[in-house]
């Protein structure tokens, strides 16, 4: 185990482990009979460990024994079936630790085309979130649409987590031999967070657990210092902030939706990202149910629902069932309740969907990582779609030629159900996947006329390039209302973790000076650099782990802050030995 993770959550981590568990209550998995899609609704105030649900058949749940009794008082046939093969545990699969040092050997392998970098921690044990991006130019933020696979919200789904990682390595093993994949990567900017609960599924490997399956974090719930299975943990997928006052407000439920929304560190840390990055496409791998899950059937539909469905029965065909007969099935969400899809849809302005791989929580290995594979020609297809068809441009101030955080509405499909979709802070870049047809656009800033485009044909395949400039609006004073111009961005590291050095670039938009400070977590200066005449560019700084004296910092974590004017971004840097 890496020290940073020693130094992090040793701590916190003995006096867990040495506690005495409570025993787990009892726990069975129910097969529901469900005549109509409607009926299911009539559990929702249940919150159930929904497994999986077939339209107008059944639903599979995890429920206690008294969530059996209050489902067949409500009149619910019910059957309860074997969860999972007899003594299958969790430890066939690669553990965390196994996990982390693949990412790494990918990093070093394949330097050219991947960097490592951090995500975030995890809420209790604090341990490390890996993120990983494949392009051309990974270590810059390039005028790319970006796409993102993540797996392992819940602890108990790892050929979720397998599924990520077998696009991850489809795409390294064969760039620069496959035209194909060559093309993707040198086009667009592909992301992968193999293991969103990280402290979860450790949890379940290192305790060798088995059904009915851990599927939360270990947050302390109440706070006493020792696990208890029956009140602590929050649902991931459950702590997104849409709809999240609909989730469950029990701890010993098993999709408790936490304290507030994004009160974990990690859907905070998929958030961030998001909201940076502004994917256009993303898969979240779950298991089980094969089925692909996209948003949302309650209440108004999604302003892009025809397309959104058209995009899900795409990749749906594409993944073979598990018995060989047939394909996976498609089905709009029953709810928002704080769902990852629903929130990265609405507000990040990414199309995500459900993957639920499998047809069960956790299958032998082997048949595990066959599943994986077969998922692979779905998760790619979302690199096909990334080829359009849609609109894109740039929103550029018409008297400076800077670009601009603009707002881009499609008129007659946007609505208050979603956030305004705005251009990117770099480029001023935009981009809106589309079915072909006829549309309009508008485009609005503050400061600035308003504009809108109409009659925009798209066609079947390609990108339609609309760009505009917008109109400074006068005061009618001579003076003109010009936006705050966006002065730096993109400050990244690379490795991160890192060992011996790091590369720290960023890029700088306006003649500023620029102030470059190393921090420990304490405040204190590390390293500090001053340049008075930067101009526009790319930069980079090479920090090699030491300190203004020349010594070696030690391992753990530091602050990267670049400040230029009155803009500063922070980085959070983590040195392991």
């Known amino acids: 185990m890496p020290k940073l993770l ?26 529901i009979k469900i005549e109509q899609q409607a009926n299911f609704r009539l559990l ?27 489902i067949r008082k409500r009149g619910f046939e019910t059957e309860i079936i074997p969860v999972d093969p007899p003594g299958m545990t969790i430890t066939q699969y690669r553990s965390y630790e196994e996990i982390i040092a693949l990412c790494q050997q990918y990093a070093a392998e394949y330097p050219d085309i991947l960097i ?7 809420q209790t044990w604090h ?60 086009d667009y900017e592909i992301w992968f967070i193999p293991i969103i609960n990280p402290e979860g599924y450790k949890y379940l490997i290192d305790n060798s657990l088995t059904s009915p399956w851990w599927r939360k974090n270990l947050r302390d719930n109440d706070e006493d210092g020792a696990f208890d299975p029956n009140v602590d943990g929050v649902d991931l997928n459950r702590n997104y902030n849409y709809y999240w006052d609909m989730g469950s407000s029990d701890w010993g439920s098993w999709t408790y939706r936490g304290p507030e929304p994004f009160s974990e560190s990690e859907t905070r840390a998929k958030r961030a990202l998001a909201l940076k990055q502004k994917f256009l496409l993303s898969h979240s791998y779950h298991s089980y149910g094969e089925v692909i899950i996209y948003p949302w059937s309650d209440l108004s539909p999604p302003p ?17 069932s598990v018995t060989g007969n047939g394909s996976y099935d498609t089905r709009t969400s029953t709810g928002r309740v704080g769902f990852s899809k629903n929130w990265m849809y609405a507000v990040a302005g990414t199309i995500e969907f459900t993957v639920e791989t499998a047809a069960q929580f956790v299958p032998p290995v082997n048949q595990g990582m066959a599943i994986a594979r077969s ?9 096909e779609r990334m080829r359009g068809p849609g609109i894109t441009g740039h929103v550029t101030d018409e008297a400076t030629g800077q670009p601009l955080v603009a707002t881009v509405k499609l008129l007659g499909y946007d609505n208050d159900l979603i956030t305004p979709r705005t251009t990117d802070s770099i480029y001023g870049r935009y981009w809106r996947l589309t079915q072909s047809g006829t549309y309009s656009l508008r485009f609005s800033c503050d400061g600035y006329e308003a504009q809108i485009i109409h009659q925009i044909e798209v066609n079947d395949s390609n990108w339609t390039d609309v760009s505009v400039a917008l109109k400074p609006v006068s005061t009618g004073t001579g003076q003109l209302i010009i936006s705050k111009p966006v002065l730096l961005s993109g400050l990244k590291g690379y490795p991160n973790p890192f060992n011996q050095q790091v590369h720290i670039n960023f890029q700088l938009h306006h003649p500023t000076p620029v102030i470059g400070r190393i921090t420990d977590l304490h405040g204190r200066i590390v390293r500090e650099w001053i340049n008075n005449s930067q101009l526009p560019g790319s930069y980079e700084f090479l920090w090699d782990g030491c300190n203004t004296a020349g010594s070696m910092v030690p391992h753990g974590v530091y602050l990267m802050l670049i400040q230029a004017g009155e803009e500063i971004q922070l980085l959070r840097l983590v040195k392991i030995n």
């Open 375 to 383: 998922n692979l020609n779905g998760g790619l297809y979302l690199l």
């Open 6 to 31: 020693y130094l992090f959550s040793i701590a916190v981590w003995m006096s867990l482990s040495l506690q005495v568990q409570t025993p787990l209550k009892e726990r069975h998995l129910v097969k």
């Open 304 to 320: 892009d629902r025809d397309l959104i469905a058209e995009i899900a029965g795409e990749v749906a065909k594409r993944i073979p």
């Open 44 to 70: 929702e105030d249940l919150h159930l460990d929904l497994a999986t649900q077939r339209m107008g058949r059944y639903a599979e749940v995890v429920a206690t024994n008294d969530e059996i009794r209050e």
């Open 116 to 122: 490592l970098d951090t995500l975030g921690f995890s």
């Open 127 to 186: 341990l490390w979130m890996p993120v990983l991006k494949i392009s051309d130019h990974p270590e810059t933020e390039e005028d790319e649409p970006a796409v993102l696979y993540d797996g392992l919200h819940h602890a108990r789904e790892p050929v979720g987590m397998e599924s990520a990682i077998y696009i991850m390595e489809y795409l390294l093993k064969n760039y620069g031999t496959d035209d194909q994949v060559t093309q993707w990567v040198n």
